[in-house]
């Protein structure tokens, strides 16, 4: 049966290079770039066997570490990159679990990612030329190492599947696994900034992960090489623990998911009552601003790009240790910013679902009130906390005036600006239920272009409060920055009603063409 | 209620009065429900609707079919201020949709096929929804999400997401979406699509009565079958052009309104299949 699902596998890869010519030109690239990566792995290796065994030590055991945690994050990242063999497909076939786990894992080391992670490992044993012990230990720590990787990529796969079964689990890790990427900017300018002391930290981050699962095994030769052989055998029993611990976690949830069917979420999404639309007044408005806060708690898309606001705040803090707190003092203004056109995609978002707007003949103020409504009631106190926690931490609370005037000036203006530039524009926006990451079809270089537009409006109009606000900053006169403050909410405020007002207008009057490009954007 | 003949619409005394529209303010009986005349739509190259007229009593329920691409869907479209015709004019109950379109959708109810509802609501807000959308206060919509929740047969799924609903579910939930407002005119483009038949008997009695309370309902549908029996007058359409028109007894003139159909759309083939599909 193990060569069954091999060569299923293997057929499936074939027969996928027949349907589409990209598939074969950007397999022969990958492949490609695997061999090239291997050659220099391989030649890096060679390499480091000139050095002191402490560095050959030091980087197995982090290379190998990030090799198992790149196995088991990858695959829940990339979810459906490989599903040609998943456990759905196979339930129907009669099958016991264990045949299936040792069938699943060979498939998963004869594989490309397989093939290369198990010639790197076993490449780690050509930096141990010199040292005979080691290279002995070598091959086995490094077998040891790439099932582990194999293992724990498909054991928390197997168990991801039988928890994603839920709709609401799926978009709530659609979401969360973004951030570290999202950090991932921050984390290389951190780490670029401090690589001088890093290589000197290095040797202890690598004793500290040895006697994690993640690194154990790559250990062990070097452990060896060392002369530290209690601590060898000592990773030899965390790894092969590991080892067994994940096969004993993956057998029990391929054995649940073999008989558990795929399962509607039913109950999951339920709630009781009428939940927001009893918080609102029963009005048009009311409604549509219920609506936008049951999909601000409900829809990722919406809450997905809250996300970016907790990582500014993380940044901020991190930017104001390191020595320079610019970013935190502004971190209101910046978040203002950031949301200020957050309403330019509501419609997008809305999808056809927007016909229930226009069959009902809701007026287009109603429609532009109700969602400015709910994205206010968000975002200015954010704004507003945003701007006066930091400043009274820093202990500079005489600009606060002039920072909230600004934030507040530039959220308003934006709710306005992005009232009439929804009714105006569409965006191209994943769908409903996709993940709210997707680039979506049709992101074309002028509908961006029209979001950096809106943006630059905003902060044209908001520019009296602007120049008020930095002036009072630089010269640090209370009495400008109030002015800030009160500029900033006058002006914004006209600018948001004027916004809703003519925003309204233009749905009216575009109503039916907004409904027919949206149809056209979902291929309807 | 087992299926009826043609022509005998029993009223249904489970529907509430609220849903019925009030008889009190019905216009005199020459006015009829839905009157086109002259509809154009043209996408790009591909006229969609080329000069079709259609006039539908108050009172009526009136099936409207074509084959696949006739332009059904977008001639309701157009009907109920959805898309924007080329030309030609369209009244509801004797007000111009594209002149005065907030009143004229305040008297239609539309169940649209391929448009998504906001499916992330539970079904009892979406209905609130669109009952407050349409600017009643909060005592008549709960009052009515509630009697519609009970005669689409959605009590217990009213907390459940409208995303988590089966299709048939979905159809009802729009059709519930549709009716709160009590529109007197209703337009349904497929309403019976993968609807269970126990619960299209009870939509269809649903829509006896409220026809029998004075309302009128517009159906599209590819069951003849169904229209033959549900619907008292009907359309055929094709191409975008009007084919036929009347009482459902005149246009199908003793024939069944398949036949009548097929005849009159043409495009039949007249072949048994290969050979070797032949069991026997």
New interface residues.
């Given amino acids: 049966m193990v060569a069954h699902l091999l060569r299923l596998r293997f057929r499936l890869l074939l027969n996928g290079f027949t349907r589409s010519t990209w598939t074969l030109v950007s397999t022969v690239i990958g492949a490609a770039w695997g061999l090239f990566v291997l050659v220099g792995l391989v030649i890096g290796m060679i390499a480091l066997s000139f050095t002191e065994p402490l560095w050959v030590w030091t980087v197995s055991v982090i290379a190998g570490a990030a090799a198992v945690l790149g196995w088991i994050v990858i695959p829940l990242l990339l979810r459906g990159m490989d599903q040609s063999l998943s456990v759905e497909k196979l339930r129907i076939f009669p099958l016991p679990p264990r045949r299936l786990l040792v069938a699943l894992l060979v498939v998963g080391l004869l594989g490309v990612p397989g093939l290369v992670t198990l010639v790197a490992g076993l490449s780690t044993t050509l930096s141990w030329i010199g040292e005979p012990v080691a290279l002995i230990a070598a091959p086995f720590a490094a077998v040891l190492g790439v099932a582990t990787c194999v293992t724990a990529s498909r054991a928390f796969e197997s168990v991801g599947a039988s928890l994603a079964a839920g709709?609401r689990y799926r978009e709530v890790m659609g979401v969360l696994v973004f951030v570290p990427l999202i950090l991932l900017g921050p984390i290389i300018g951190i780490a670029g900034s401090s690589i001088a002391t890093l290589s000197e930290d290095l040797p202890g981050i690598a004793r500290g992960v040895s006697w994690t699962p993640l690194g154990a095994a790559w250990s062990i030769p070097g452990d060896l090489a060392l002369e530290r052989p209690l601590e060898a055998l000592a990773k030899a029993g965390i790894a092969v623990a590991t080892l067994a611990v994940l096969l004993l976690l993956w057998r029990h949830s391929l054995a649940t998911l073999l008989v558990t069917p795929a399962r509607?979420?039913?109950?999951?999404?339920?709630?009781?009552?009428?939940?927001p639309?009893a918080w609102y007044p029963?009005?048009?408005t009311?409604?549509?601003a219920?609506?936008t806060t049951?999909?601000w708690m409900?829809?990722p898309r919406y809450g997905g790009s809250l996300i970016m606001l907790p990582l500014l705040a993380v940044i901020a803090v991190f930017l104001a240790f390191t020595g320079s707190d610019w970013f935190l003092s502004a971190l209101g203004p910046i978040i203002a910013a950031t949301l200020a056109i957050t309403l330019c995609a509501e419609v997008s978002y809305?999808?056809?679902?927007f016909?229930?707007?226009?069959?009902?003949?809701?007026?287009g103020v109603a429609d532009r009130a109700g969602r400015v409504v709910t994205l206010g009631l968000i975002a200015v106190p954010l704004v507003v906390v945003a701007t006066v926690v930091p400043l009274l931490v820093l202990g500079r609370g005489d600009e606060i005036p002039a920072l909230l005037g600004i934030g507040l000036g530039l959220l308003l203006t934006g709710f306005g600006v992005s009232s009439i530039a929804s009714a105006r524009f569409l965006l191209p926006v994943p769908a409903?239920?996709e993940s709210p990451f997707k680039t979506p079809p049709g992101s074309t270089f002028t509908s961006q272009l029209g979001m950096y537009a809106a943006w630059l409006v905003v902060f044209g109009l908001a520019a009296p409060e602007l120049a008020l606000g930095i002036a009072a900053v630089v010269t640090g006169n209370v009495i400008l920055g109030v002015a800030a403050l009160v500029v900033g909410i006058v002006l914004g405020t006209v600018f948001m009603l004027v916004g809703i007002r003519q925003g309204g207008a233009l749905l009216?009057r575009r109503g039916?063409?907004l409904?027919?490009s949206l149809?056209q954007a979902?291929g309807? | 209620m087992t299926d009826a003949a043609p022509d005998s619409v029993v009223p249904d005394p489970a529907v509430p009065e609220t849903l019925a529209p009030s008889p009190g303010s019905a216009p005199p009986i020459a006015v009829p429900a839905l009157e086109i005349r002259g509809l154009r739509k043209a996408f790009g190259a591909k006229v969609a609707v080329d000069g079709l007229d259609l006039t539908v009593p108050t009172g009526s329920f009136y099936g409207l079919v074509g084959p696949n691409g006739a332009g059904k869907t977008t001639t309701l479209s157009m009907a109920t201020g959805l898309l924007r015709p080329d030309a030609g004019t369209i009244h509801i109950l004797g007000t111009d949709v594209w002149r005065d379109t907030v009143k004229a959708k305040s008297l239609v109810g539309v169940l649209s096929d391929g448009i998504a509802l906001f499916d992330r609501l539970t079904g009892e807000q979406l209905i609130t929804y669109h009952g407050l959308l349409h600017g009643m206060d909060r005592e008549t919509v709960a009052q009515r999400t509630g009697e519609l929740l009970d005669l689409l047969d959605l009590r217990s799924a009213g907390g459940t997401l409208v995303v988590d609903y089966s299709a048939g579910m979905t159809k009802k939930i729009a059709l519930g979406a549709a009716l709160v407002h009590a529109p007197r005119l209703l337009v349904l483009d497929e309403p019976f699509e993968s609807v269970d038949p126990v619960s299209a008997a009870n939509i269809r009695d649903l829509l006896a009565g409220y026809v029998h309370g004075g309302g009128t309902v517009i159906v599209s549908s590819h069951s003849m079958d169904l229209v033959q029996r549900m619907c008292d007058h009907v359309a055929i359409i094709g191409s975008g052009r009007q084919l036929a028109a009347g009482t459902t007894d005149e246009v199908r003139a003793g024939s069944t309104l398949e036949d009548r159909f097929v005849e009159l759309v043409g495009g039949r083939h007249h072949s048994e299949g290969p050979s070797w599909l032949r069991t026997s």
């Avoid at chain 1, 509607?264 to 939940?275: E, F, N, P, V, Y």
């Avoid at chain 1, 809305?350 to 679902?353: E, S, Y």
């Avoid at chain 1, 016909?355 to 007026?363: F, N």
């Fill in positions: 709709r509607t979420s039913s109950g999951s999404g339920s709630a009781k009552g009428l939940g639309f029963a009005t048009p009311g409604a549509v219920a609506r049951v999909y409900r829809d809305d999808g056809t679902a016909a229930s707007h226009l069959s009902s003949g809701v007026s409903a239920g009216e039916p063409e409904l027919a149809m979902r309807a």
